[in-house]
């Protein structure tokens, strides 16, 4: 068993337990976006910040749905430097997606006022890369991933065209934060989108030595298609 | 060559090599490296052997390309041995005077030489010059003398002796505790101590039975080239220094992880492992000890973040450079989940001199918590940009005007940046800092990996940071919302003070943000992002409040609060400026008074390069 | 550029070590055609047992790769500090409005790519232009107008 001190109060958990489920234990609350408890924790979204005081060390902030129990850490979850952290952080959030309503709720929850800065896009993805590590770590498909680096991050597939992964069974769609993807049917198979699907890049040769057409896509439709057919 | 198989042999074939070499034989070394190669050394030193051959000398002259010792403001560089008379900023029309004069008669020429700007004088020999009179060169010793794609030079001198002490009579804990007595720290910037991490590494491998050490050679600094100019001119001495860390550590296979920028580096690196590997010195049963070691290189991709050590071994891993929160740390679990040792170029290259000269040795120089030499890259408004390597504990002034020769063109010193995008600035009142790692931070600066960027009266604070958090931003990997989005907030800032834009409040929102991205962010580089921004205002607040709320840029730098103008009584209407002007700014006919559109011109300050009578000013 | 598979085939087949050689296979590859066609990422996923979305986001990460292809000449202004701090951005500025393109992008006639590099380590010849692998120092505004005439007169000649 590990023993911190959590908000003043004497904490004791089991080993190999990271802050953020010590606190969860024992009902105080954290702010989380990028968290899960079926995914490897992430570390991306900052807003799970707390301060954290090792013996002979200046306190700083760790983000704690990562950080492990040590023996003998003080931590505090809103001290001063972290309900700032995590303002600052919603704000920042915000710039990038200012008329999205989750976000919003939250800006409101971690008492931000103004929002300063925004970019000149508004994203309902705010990036906190559910959906990629979900297709990784769940699915085991991995038909997406984040591409570019810095601001320009995204979500996208391969080539920004149709996954020839994709098995359509909408673990994005269910555990993305904010709905930034949207589920339709068009022709009888399910496509996701913000991804571009209507446009079918030419990555294939044909008459070239290997014929690397996405298969699964178009078979699935056509057999769709055809069973249709045949109701 | 044949490969060594016991430590005997190794002794052996070390020792005829020592007899052998000879530093009063006639000799000319010329700087190789690759910023004496884009002055034209190449051309140089094949002139300069045809032109031997053809005087048809009596006894032979061996002309030798080496590594860059790093005066590389007076490139080319050549010296003539036994005298070491030092040649600079040779042409290749100079050489065949050099061949006859010097070598033949044995003459001087003096327009080749250096001219002290405090004397005017003539310095003749190497020794003698400036530059080096207050540098320590305990890494950069061998740059300048050696071939670093030759073993046998590297040898010659001592190299590799350090490797079989260690495998002859020293246990892995003695090696470790002689890293920690030496007192070395981490070159790459962060300063933790060596020896400690290498104990703690070396617990976790005798745990797990496995483990990696890397070399960090991505120095992605803008201005740095010190770990270049290793790897370039004596990468035996990293593969020596890591060589010893793998023992002492219990580890079997390494990576050097180098920019792709930097070819010759790499290449200078492949040659040197093949010859280490076909002598027996690298791979399996290292001067028949039994110990194995594979050492590979890998290549970096273009991105400043695999600086970072997480990043760095997931770019190893064939992924994104994106780094992950620590703990865990890399000494814990890194590459592929086992135990690995990250160090810096030229902490590895530290390694030999601390085995044959002894850890206590090591420790006299220095300061008390910061011991040994730093190799810094001078560069910017200074007179002697180059490398130099310096005791820990000397002044800031010291290196900037004794060493580096001070300002160029009378100017006034302003401020000098240490550490690169990750890095403070310390202006003119705290020159006499002593250079050691904690009176550096407690000036709001980091000793950072060595690029040290000496600024002017001409240079504007302002768009020094903007120009630091263009870089950063750019570079940011984006996982995290502080860094990617708070640098991007921050530069929008910047852009729009240097612009003409910049409101009251400007400043206290820079404060704000940089110091919540500092704090929350993930990696090193969104926690040091700040610190330009941070430390130019600190010492430079007049200069933002100048910006913001006068709209002046007293540098004369923001193109957005300057403007160019033509001076009537000395424009000999010429039409120069005005057929080198790209954006048709300037109006005017010949002989008449040529005449700038403040709303077309772009402010890109040809006009003012072009004009031969000094009729262009900006204001 | 005619792309060849099995000569990308046998690039990749020379990585041996798995996913940690993807970054280096595509480096190689990016080296000989001066850019990576889709076909080099579809194959070295498949044969280095690496998702497609790894092989893409690797190859849209890092600046050393390029999706499009490259032009015949390609311009690197330095824009490190030393060369920024003695004036790389007029340099740079003059090279955007004599080619009329902005960093990163390949001129219409395919003839040029002007894109900008972090600190080359040659510091004391700042500002540096290197072309095609070739560095030119201490440029200024002429000496770019000279650097430009010089190789569209070597184009003309071919």
């Known amino acids: 068993m590990i023993h911190l001190t959590i908000d003043d109060k004497p904490i004791e958990v089991a080993e190999n337990r990271t802050l953020l489920e010590a606190c969860r234990e024992h009902g105080i609350h954290i702010p989380t976006l990028c968290y899960h408890p079926a995914l490897e924790p992430y570390g991306g979204c900052r807003l799970c910040v707390v301060e954290l005081s090792q013996p002979g060390r200046r306190s700083r902030l760790v983000a704690s749905c990562v950080y492990p129990c040590e023996e003998g850490v003080v931590v505090k979850t809103n001290s001063e430097t972290v309900i700032r952290s995590r303002r600052m952080t919603a704000e920042l959030i915000l710039a990038g997606s200012y008329h999205t309503p989750e976000m919003l709720a939250l800006g409101e929850e971690l008492g931000v006022k103004e929002v300063r800065f925004k970019l000149p896009e508004d994203n309902a993805c705010v990036l906190c890369g559910l959906c990629v590590r979900a297709c990784k770590e769940i699915v085991g498909v991995s038909a997406i991933s984040v591409i570019q680096r810095g601001i320009a991050k995204k979500v996208a597939t391969p080539f920004q065209v149709t996954s020839s992964r994709c098995i359509g069974c909408g673990t994005c769609v269910l555990i993305c934060p904010t709905g930034a993807f949207k589920f339709e049917s068009v022709t009888g198979f399910q496509y996701v989108s913000p991804l571009e699907s209507a446009y079918r890049l030419g990555y294939y040769r044909l008459g070239g030595e290997l014929d690397l057409r996405p298969h699964f896509v178009q078979d699935v439709a056509e057999l769709l298609i055809s069973m249709k057919e045949e109701e | 060559m044949n490969r060594l198989q016991t430590i005997a042999e190794f002794n052996v074939w070390q020792s005829a090599l020592a007899g052998r070499w000879d530093e009063t034989a006639p000799c000319l070394r010329v700087c190789d490296g690759t910023g004496c190669r884009a002055l034209g050394s190449q051309k140089v030193l094949a002139s300069l052997r045809e032109e031997i051959q053809k005087a048809k000398l009596e006894t032979p002259i061996e002309v030798i390309g080496t590594g860059c010792p790093g005066f590389c403001e007076c490139g080319p560089l050549l010296t003539v041995y036994p005298q070491r008379i030092s040649y600079q900023k040779i042409k290749l029309s100079d050489v065949p005077e050099i061949v006859q004069q010097t070598l033949v008669k044995g003459a001087i020429i003096e327009r080749l030489l250096y001219t002290d700007p405090q004397t005017g004088q003539h310095i003749h020999l190497e020794p003698d010059l400036p530059f080096y009179r207050k540098q320590k060169r305990l890494v950069l010793d061998f740059n300048g003398r050696i071939d670093g794609t030759r073993i046998e030079d590297y040898a010659a001198l001592g190299g590799y002796r350090a490797l079989a002490k260690v495998l002859g009579s020293m246990t892995p804990e003695q090696i470790i505790a002689e890293v920690k007595i030496s007192g070395l720290r981490g070159r790459g910037g962060a300063g933790f101590p060596t020896g400690l991490k290498w104990e703690i590494c070396s617990k976790n491998t005798k745990k797990v039975g496995d483990g990696y050490i890397v070399c960090n050679a991505d120095e992605g600094d803008p201005g740095a080239f010190m770990d270049r100019s290793v790897m370039e001119g004596n990468p035996h001495s990293v593969i020596e220094g890591m060589i010893i860390g793998a023992y002492a550590m219990g580890i079997h296979q390494g990576f050097v992880y180098i920019r792709s920028e930097y070819p010759l580096a790499v290449e200078n690196l492949r040659i040197a492992l093949r010859q280490a590997e076909a002598a027996g010195l690298l791979g399996r049963d290292i001067m028949g000890s039994g110990f194995d070691f594979n050492l590979a290189i890998r290549l970096g991709a273009g991105a400043f973040v695999c600086g970072e050590e997480t990043a760095l071994m997931a770019s190893i891993e064939g992924r994104i450079g994106e780094p992950h929160p620590r703990p865990p740390f890399p000494a814990e679990s890194g590459l592929w989940g086992k135990p690995t040792n990250i160090n810096n170029v030229e902490t590895w290259a530290n390694v030999p001199y601390i085995i044959n000269q002894g850890g206590q040795e090591y420790a006299k120089i220095g300061t008390e918590k910061s011991k040994g030499t730093k190799i810094f890259s001078v560069v910017g408004k200074i007179n002697n940009t180059g490398l130099v390597e310096v005791p820990m504990g000397i002044t800031l002034r010291e290196v900037i005007f004794d060493v580096g020769g001070g300002i160029p063109g009378r100017k006034q010193f302003k401020a000098v940046q240490l550490g690169g995008p990750s890095g403070g600035c310390i202006p003119a009142e705290h020159l006499d800092v002593p250079i050691d790692y904690e009176s550096l931070t407690g000036l709001g600066a980091i000793m950072g990996s060595g690029g040290m960027v000496v600024t002017d009266e001409d240079t504007c604070m302002v768009d020094f940071a903007r120009y630091f958090m263009t870089f950063t931003q750019q570079e940011s990997c984006g996982k995290c919302v502080p860094c990617r989005l708070g640098t991007k907030a921050m530069l929008t800032t910047l852009e729009r003070i240097c612009a003409g834009g910049g409101q009251p409040g400007d400043v206290e929102y820079l404060l704000e943000l940089g110091d919540d991205v500092k704090n929350s962010s993930l990696c090193g580089l969104g926690q040091t992002a700040p610190n330009p921004v941070l430390s130019t205002i600190r010492y430079f607040r007049h200069e933002y409040e100048a910006h913001i709320i006068d709209k002046k840029c007293q540098a004369k730098v923001c193109k957005g609060l300057i403007h160019y103008s033509i001076i009537p009584e000395k424009c000999t209407g010429c039409l120069v400026c005005l057929r080198n002007c790209t954006s048709n700014a300037i109006s005017g006919a010949k002989r008449e008074v040529h005449v700038i559109n403040p709303q077309i011109c772009t402010r890109c300050g040809v006009c003012m390069n072009v004009c031969k009578f000094d009729a262009v000013v900006v204001n | ?158």
């Open chain 3, 1 to 158: 550029m005619d792309i060849s598979i099995s000569e990308i085939n046998d690039i990749i087949n020379k990585e041996v070590l798995g996913e940690g050689s993807l970054i280096a296979a595509l480096e190689e590859i990016q080296e000989r055609y001066r850019y990576l066609p889709p076909e080099a990422l579809i194959l070295a996923s498949e044969r280095l047992g690496v998702p497609l979305s790894q092989a893409y986001s690797v190859a849209t990460f890092y600046n050393a790769f390029s999706l499009r292809p490259k032009g015949t000449h390609c311009l690197h202004v330095c824009t490190g500090t030393a060369c920024h701090v003695r004036g790389s951005l007029q340099v740079l500025d003059r090279l955007e409005s004599k080619l009329g393109v902005r960093a990163g992008e390949t001129t219409r006639d395919h003839l040029f790519t002007l894109e900008t590099v972090n600190c080359l380590g040659a510091c004391a010849l700042g500002p540096i232009v290197v072309t095609d692998g070739e560095y030119s120092g201490q440029m200024t505004t002429q000496k770019v107008d000279h650097l430009l005439k010089t190789i569209l007169r070597a184009e003309a000649d071919r």
